[in-house]
């Protein structure tokens, strides 16, 4: 169970305050879970205050409600409607600005100057869960794994500081075991935490993923873990094993998907789906977006923005003469197909990572991993 | 969308002639023409490229027609008005409607629902000089639209988007997807999970920027329904949830009360 890692240490929670305090003299534009609006959302974080110490969610399918608890637990919730792409892919940004001269257009040479010069932050996320470790992991495939890398995406991912955190307990529609992304961190990290609660006693667990990360924890008072220490760490993933609220069998999934293209459950599906895409916007591995180009009344000024966009929407198929996937049907497979078949042929792993938010945040409950079963027990 | 006259760009725009914007009203309450209004800072750069030929709200003065861009707000509901949408039409390039009145009905279109006879009897002392018609319709019933900006109100930046690419001969950015796409790109929690709201915003065109959950409610569906809008499962979504029929007919009867989709699922709730 315990994964790759040089070295396990433990410090006491008293420490978290030192954690982020180095950090922040490093440099790092701290990001780490706080309560808003009714649910935990990632933004800047100053101290370990306006973390939500004490809070728990509660998951289901269209369902999300906090829940306060009778403790003092730093992380004891899972995920909540945002993602670290938010940070590294944002909703809206400028591609860049170009005016009009007599003769022609101006643009910026991407080559010589990058395109947004100002020097961007470095971030250090804080509370990143196993299977977020892997969607990063992903999305760091599709924006940079091929010969076009998206240069927004490099700039804002150099440089992060990553400290996971285990899952000491799943949510309701967790299926990070079934994906094999969690519930413990194995790569992909700086340092990973797992919370330990034992009486009084209240420390964290820490494995050491980078040299970075050892590095960072020297301001930190450490001492090296007892075997106590990790058969708790152990225990405590198992238990978190135990919880899955839901589970989704991979085997042969790609070509079961590609043989079912005609399923009737894919119709059935699609008289209940809105095509609203917000599964698609809470995602933390879905990568597409639109291009918009917009001018100043004069016309001499043009701003090309790219902004978050789904295969949910008409525009998104939309080529001369009409769009390609007219009917919610065909909207609906190609979420599907391609979070878990296409997805292997184009990157070389599945686009599905378990975090179960889809299922939470579709407003009226569709279920990605019932929709699975249920195509794979009745195949036509 | 006509493109704008190239010239008018360099020095010798005063001499060449400015599109002309002529703004009409039918039944409405004006809200939509003060959107425009209240484009106070963007009114004046907004005049260096088009000539601002008939507005009523704002000034008195009017020069003729024909107008290069007409802005249509309301809805038709008295013969007047319906005779009265084919001069604009007569003198108008590019005819474009604005807000829910001109695009849907209005609020007003819930007469619809009833018999208008009731309604007058009820309200006036003497039925004898209303002139009205059974039903409040958009334009496009009356006339070719082309061009509908959604709202009730409308949204003044999406109003400036429209008139600035008539001006530069491009494709406004005014997508026909649901609300949802804007409340996930500012990051709003969403109401309807985390609260249970009653948010029309799944089945809602974008355009307000998710004006009213980002004050913690839900979308009261006043941009009108958006592109395949699956009004039917998300009503059938609440039932099982308990909400009742009649909630449900009051929802969908709003501002676009009379546009096809919220008018079918509200009628399909009626008892
Ligand atoms: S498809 Fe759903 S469960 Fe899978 S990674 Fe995306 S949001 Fe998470
Ligand atoms: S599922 Fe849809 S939105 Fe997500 S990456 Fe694939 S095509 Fe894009
Ligand atoms: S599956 Fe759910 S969240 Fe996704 S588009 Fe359909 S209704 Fe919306
Ligand atoms: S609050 Fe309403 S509009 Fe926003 S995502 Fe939720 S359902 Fe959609």
Redesign the pocket.
Known sequence: MVGIHLKTLIFERSELDHLVETLKRRDYKVIGPLLRGGAIVYDEITNTSSLPIGWTDERSNGKYRLKNRDDAVVFDWTVGPQSWKRFLFPPIQKIFATHKRPKGIDLPNTKKQPVQETVPAKYAFLGVRPCDLH?IAVQDKVFLGGPYRDPVYERKRSGNFIIAVNCRQAGGTCFCASMGTGPKATSGFDIALTEVLEGKRHYFIVEVGTELGGEVLKSLKCLKATDENLAALKEICEKTTQQMGRSLDTTNLKSILYQNSEHPRWESTASRCLTCAN?TM?????FCATIEDVTDLSGKQAERMRKWDSCFTLDFSYIHGGSVRASTKARYRQWVTH?LASWVDQFGTLG????????TWCPVGID?TEEVRTIRENQS | MSPRTKTSMNKTAQKIRKPKLAVWKFSSCDGCQLSLLDCEEELLPITEYIEIANFPEASRASSKGPYDISLVEGSITTPHDAERIHQVRRQSKVLMTIGACATAGGIQALRNFKDVKQFISAVYANAKYIETLNKSTPIADHVFVDFELRGCPINKLQLLEVINAFLNGRKPNTPASAVCLECKRRFITCELVTHGALCLGPVTQAGCDALCPSYARGCFGCFGPKETPNTSSLSTYWNSLGIKDDELVRLFRGFNAYAEAFRRESEAHEK
Not at chain 1, 282 to 286: N, S
Not at chain 1, 352 to 359: A, H, N
């Open positions: 969607a599964c809470v995602c933390p591995t879905c979070k599905c990572v378990g975090c179960g938010r889809c299922i990605i």
